[in-house]
């Protein structure tokens, strides 16, 4: 069974800084790899989807990477702001069909004025 | 362009009770999904359905019933509600290809309490 874990549960940074989130997977078999953020009381919303066929997907300041073989992802965000305190979330596409999304739990991201 | 809607936003029932949880969509996707969100635990996955018509299970449908009524609404529906059942419940939509994937579209959630 796929296990996605994203370490740490919780993080604060200063405004300015850039900083990477985790996420690693169990099953290297995958077909895809979102990264989501969800804002308190709200639904989430898509920042960047990685094919099983890519290394890298950017959008803006934001840049994730897919890493198959280590089971591991990253999600940079460069010159953080405030606006970026949420809660990231990764959710990995199993072999069979995009349906079958498999979330970790999430890292509440802070970032501090 | 209002993307993916929910009814209601909130709701409380008693044990026993039996609710339906709406969603619609208006963005012509094939595919959609009712996720349950709890803490600690992930998002995790109910039911879909790939296409109007079809319906397959997901992770955790016990105690869940679902209708595609069109290709634009899926409904959940509890029919006897249990104290496990709160949660917030999530609809999503997505296109869906051959080879290639799509990202996932969220509406705002449902936040249920069953007393």
């Not at chain 1, 549960?9 to 900083?19: F, K, T």
């Not at chain 1, 405030?82 to 995009?98: E, I, K, R, W």
């Not at chain 2, 039911?47 to 409904?75: C, H, I, M, Q, W």
């Not at chain 2, 997505?94 to 007393?115: I, K």
């Amino acid at each position: 069974k796929q296990e996605v874990t994203q370490i740490p549960a919780a993080l604060s940074v200063p405004e300015g800084e850039n900083l990477v989130l985790n996420c690693s997977f169990t099953d290297s078999a995958i077909y895809n790899l979102q990264w989501f953020r969800q804002d308190p009381g709200k639904g989430l919303t898509s920042l960047l989807l990685i094919q099983s066929s890519q290394r890298e997907q950017t959008s803006g300041r934001l840049n994730a990477s897919l890493d198959k073989s280590s089971g591991r992802s990253t999600l940079y965000i460069a010159a953080s702001q405030p606006g970026d305190s949420a809660t990231y979330l990764c959710a990995v596409g199993a072999n069979f069909g995009n349906e079958k999304l498999t979330f970790g739990t999430g890292t509440r991201l802070t970032i501090i004025p | 362009n209002a993307g993916v809607t929910q009814t209601p936003k909130f709701q409380v029932l008693k044990t026993g009770q039996s609710m339906t949880l709406q969603c619609a969509q208006d963005m012509n996707h094939n595919s959609m999904y009712w996720y349950r969100q709890d803490p600690g635990m992930g998002l995790r996955l109910i039911y879909y359905s790939a296409s109007e018509g079809t319906t397959d299970k997901g992770e955790v449908p016990n105690g869940y019933n679902v209708s595609r009524l069109n290709k634009r609404e899926f409904s959940l529906r509890l029919e006897s509600a249990a104290p496990s059942q709160t949660s917030v419940y999530f609809c999503a939509s997505s296109l869906t290809g051959t080879g290639f994937f799509y990202e996932q579209y969220f509406g705002p959630g449902t936040r249920l309490t069953v007393t």
